[in-house]
């Protein structure tokens, strides 16, 4: 595993070294696969997507997926080095898209070549390196459910310091609009649909869902974006309003767009996409004992992840701190994909 280690971390350089916007990922993959390859892996490809299964797939068997993405988000004005230079001082290993997610990406590689050709295993193993997560986009891990094996659990890789995000809030954005009528602002008007906007953002502000889940809280709707008038004499007919919602484990995203529909004020709310979905492992299933068994803590993550597209139970697993996320002079801890990859080999062995 040293070796295999060295050889990860090597990638995960060269990953940083070679832009891979969200739906610009075509090199990233091409360094994936190759890498894969020389570790004798036979490898498949679907666009911008690489994936592979265990060299004794037994059909019948329970398929547990490794995922992670290699599409970054575009570098911020506030960087003071090159993003795409990678750099290793002080045991930090500095570039654009090495906490997020790659440092995740390469553990998870190289976990799976681990075990890639061991025999009788408890698990199928499925690994996708997968695009556009950033931009939840249509040609990522979604796009590759029908593709590969059923999948019956999954680790997904994001940056969690290997503590278990055993559910994930899901996302709604909902376009909505409060009416009024037009007219000249130097005459009267008692139907200003700016006015009439007041009470329904007080709507938003103040209205709380019924239920409330134990491992996410609450969930969370937020005005983030309005939208009303183009000149300074002219009362606009309408408001256009978004609104973000994240969606705990207890309800589906289908069930919070019935509820706005039905309950809000404004004249029409109307979601963008239903696919989003809150996520969630039973605490009793064998892999969040195992990472349990190895200190790791439990909770529950707020941020969107791939795990969103996926129907089956998933824990969100992996090196690197998410508040370095996105931010400028990104940084992984060698160290923590280190100790990344020992402690998915170390919960695998358990359950495989």
């Known amino acids: 595993m040293n070796l295999l280690t060295q050889e990860a971390i090597e ?32 490898v498949k490809r679907d666009r911008n997507n690489i994936w592979a299964t265990n060299k004794h797939f037994e059909e019948g068997k329970p398929t547990l997926l490794l995922n992670s993405h290699h599409d970054t988000v575009k ?22 898209g090495s906490n997020d997610a790659g440092g995740c990406l390469v553990s998870l590689l190289a976990t799976f070549v681990h075990f890639y050709d061991h025999q009788h295993l408890n698990y199928n193993l499925v690994i996708v390196a997968s695009a556009e997560e950033e931009n939840s986009g249509t040609n990522g ?5 029908d593709i590969i094996p059923h999948i019956d659990v999954a680790v997904v890789g994001e940056p969690t310091q290997m503590h278990l995000a055993v559910a994930e809030k ?43 889940s134990l491992v996410l809280g609450p969930v969370k709707m937020t005005v983030t974006q309005i939208n009303a008038g183009v000149q300074h004499n002219a009362i606009p007919s309408q408001v256009e309003l978004v609104i973000d919602v994240r969606v705990n484990d207890a309800y589906s995203n289908q069930e919070i767009a019935d509820i706005l529909t039905a309950e809000s004020p404004c004249d029409s709310i109307i979601p963008r996409s239903l696919r989003l979905n809150s996520s969630s492992i039973p605490l009793d299933h064998d892999i969040v004992k195992a990472g349990i068994a190895l200190g790791r803590e439990t909770y529950g993550s707020p941020t969107l992840s791939d795990q969103a597209v996926l129907t089956c139970p998933s824990v969100k697993l992996g090196p690197g701190l998410s ?13 923590e994909i ?15």
């Open 141 to 145: 891990l979604c796009s590759m459910l």
């Open 338 to 352: 280190v100790e990344g990859i020992e402690i998915y080999r170390e919960i695998l062995e358990n359950i495989l």
């Open 170 to 212: 899901g996302l709604v954005v909902f376009d909505a609009v409060v009416t009024g009528t037009a007219s000249h602002a130097a005459h009267p008007n008692d139907d200003n649909a700016i006015y009439n906007t007041i009470p329904v953002l007080e709507w938003f502000k103040n209205f709380a869902f019924a239920k409330a």
């Open 75 to 96: 570098p911020n004005k506030a960087y003071t080095r090159d993003p795409f230079t990678a750099t290793v001082e002080n045991d930090r290993l500095y570039g654009l």
């Open 11 to 42: 990638l995960l350089k060269s990953l940083i070294q070679t832009p891979s916007f969200s739906e610009e990922e075509d090199k990233t993959a091409d360094l994936i696969a190759d890498w894969l390859i020389n570790h004798q892996v036979e």
């Open 323 to 335: 508040q370095r996320s996105h931010t400028a002079d990104e940084f992984i801890y060698v160290s």
